[in-house]
């Protein structure tokens, strides 16, 4: 019963939204013709007489103007207009006429939760929506005190905005903290400390803890019974802070020197803490959550080593330090170790092992990225390019071992069509941020700032990248309600990267948009009343012979109809209503 009188309610409904979306017409037209019915009492011929006469003894000037007038205020929210579209992609008119009148006129308002008639196919399209626009955290992220700091201070602008560090320090506390921090008071101390939004309380903050770890290292004989009393009352343990040494290495130290020397000192913390957890791992959740961050700590610090090894020209140690560290924790698949060693490996142009290392993660059950992509195109590309030349193709054709590569190039502009401008470098580079959205700029750029030299490494690479890049965008059905060899282009890759990447910073933007209605709309005004303006300052007497015949044959069918309904209901009729 009860499911009875909800689908009723929900007919009654549908049945009161149809009436206001349609039947406003039919108002419409009742209006108009009551004003035509009240014409006589209203002095509607008159006021227009009226009107006419007075428009009649305006000079050319007023006319010049008007449109004048109308064509600096059409002017001005074309301009209004674009730089709306330019920075936020959409139309300020279009975005206001949909969020305020379309409820009015009855619409369906997009963000309201879908109801129970939803097949499983919207819900899988808007699932794959949203795992497609996750940001992920750069695995190539540059140091924030040796690198991104340095940059403000050269150029005097922030490479990283806000968002981006508030997902970094979102990061940080997920894996440098667990619920037993407050039990260990250096630990206590880098937790707020990762909270904090100024960089030189956080720094701070970590020299108080490293002061509070000297301390009882000083004073250890003495503290030994009451720290092992402790223990057993309520977990309470002092632990070398290794976290300390991360963040003073992350954002304190201004070499790549400086911070190595951080980080081996925090590895020395780490591993230190990581073998304590790993024995009591077992003997309840908090140990457990506790060996879980010991973890994340310790395989960070190996990664960050492994990169201030490759910043600092020893490749080889860090290719060692990586290999080492994909075996121990193979598990750890989060922080994309494996995209640091591809890229230290085609600095050894060792393409053999490069090759390997896509082998096993170049999957159709792994996610991708343009790291995979682009490198498995710049592996095919590297046996034909050298001696690769449209001209030649053009007459005999491509060559099965081309076509491998044009196919590995159209794959990889597939998944990120921004790459291709900032390796051909029609586009400028700036400092990657510290996450990326896959499939968006933000990723392009982090891709071709550090992989842009491996492919000038390769003889002719990008001549055959400029040649058959673009091909990639016949192959893509238009509009994109589908892809050809990945999930369809998401459509939220724009507004991400505009909060990852900085304002001066013009993000690239797939597929290309139209420009909105209202931009068309607005010039075209603002360029007719123009013209009319300069015609009428010109021209008045022509003008206004003009401005006649044209009020007057647009006028034409509409007194034709008045005629007609006047001979069939007369102005009389309203006087002989009121006699009635």
Known sequence: MAEVSSSLLEQLKSCIVWSWTYLWTLWFFLMLFLVYILRVPLKINDNLSTVSMFLNTLTPKFYVALTGTSS?????????EWWYFRKYGT??????????????????????????????GDTDSNRQSVSECKVWRNPLNLFRGAEYNRYTWVTGREPLTYYDMNLSAQDHQTFFTCETDHLRPADAIMQKAWRERNPQARISAAHEALELNEIFYHWRPLLQPLQAKRRTQNGINFTMCATAYILLAEEEATTIVEAERLFKQALKAGEVCYRRSQQLQHHGAQYEAQHRRDTNVLVYIKRRLAMCSRKLGRTREAVKMMRD?????PLLSMFNIHENLL????????????QAVLAKYDDISLPKSATICYTAALLKARAVSDKFSPEAASRRGLSTAEMNAVEAIHRAVEFNPHVP???LEMKSLILPPEHILKRGDSEAIAYAFFHLQHWKRVEGALNLLHCTWEGTFRMIPYPLEKGHLFYPYPICTETADRELLPSFHEVSVYPKKELPFFILFTAGLCSFTAMLALLTHQFPELMGVFAKAFLSTLFAPLNFVMEKVESILPSSLWHQLTRI
């Open 343 to 354: 890229e230290a490996l085609l600095e050894l142009q060792a393409y053999a092992d490069v």
């Open 325 to 329: 560290l994909m075996k121990e924790f």
């Open 72 to 80: 600096l205020i059409s002017g001005l929210i074309l301009i209004f």
């Open 91 to 120: 139309s300020f008119i279009e975005q206001v006429s949909v969020s305020h009148l379309r409820p009015l006129l009855g619409g369906v308002d997009n963000t309201a939760p879908s109801n129970s008639t939803s097949n499983n």
């Open 421 to 423: 401008k900032y390796l």
